[in-house]
């Protein structure tokens, strides 16, 4: 399976982006799939997951109420929407798909990696 990040950008503070992460192959009802993100430095970070339907998300403390991720079996991709941002937000944004894990918030746990899609976020 092939995962392609976009929708990133350079968006003021208190502004909105939604990221979307297109999955190829088949089988994407098999898969979990989370959101991660790093900053220059730092160590890469777990933002959002969501499980094999949708029904049952799960969020970073620093993002909930904030952020939402959903998929879309149909269209087989999975989306996250980032509302409020801040300064501190600003990171390479990762979609991972997982193939038993549900809610994974760890990196190993994930089995595909997209690209990645720069988000900035000015102060």
């Known amino acids: 399976v092939q995962l392609q990040a976009s929708g990133g950008g350079l968006v003021q503070a208190g502004g909105s982006l939604t990221l979307s992460c297109a999955v190829s192959g088949s089988g994407f009802d098999d898969y979990t799939f989370g959101w991660f993100r790093q900053a220059p430095g730092q160590e890469r970070e777990f933002v959002a997951a969501?499980?094999?339907?949708?029904?049952?998300?799960y969020y970073a403390d620093s993002v909930k109420g904030r952020f939402t991720i959903s998929r879309d079996n149909a269209k087989n991709t999975v989306y996250l929407q980032m509302n409020s941002l801040k300064p501190e937000d600003t990171a390479m944004y990762y979609c991972?798909?997982?193939?038993?894990?549900?809610?994974?918030?760890?990196?190993?746990?994930?089995?595909?990696w997209g690209q990645g899609t720069q988000v900035t976020v000015s102060s």
């Open positions: 991972a798909a997982s193939v038993v894990v549900a809610g994974a918030r760890t990196a190993p746990l994930y089995d595909y």
């Open positions: 969501v499980d094999w339907s949708g029904g049952t998300t």
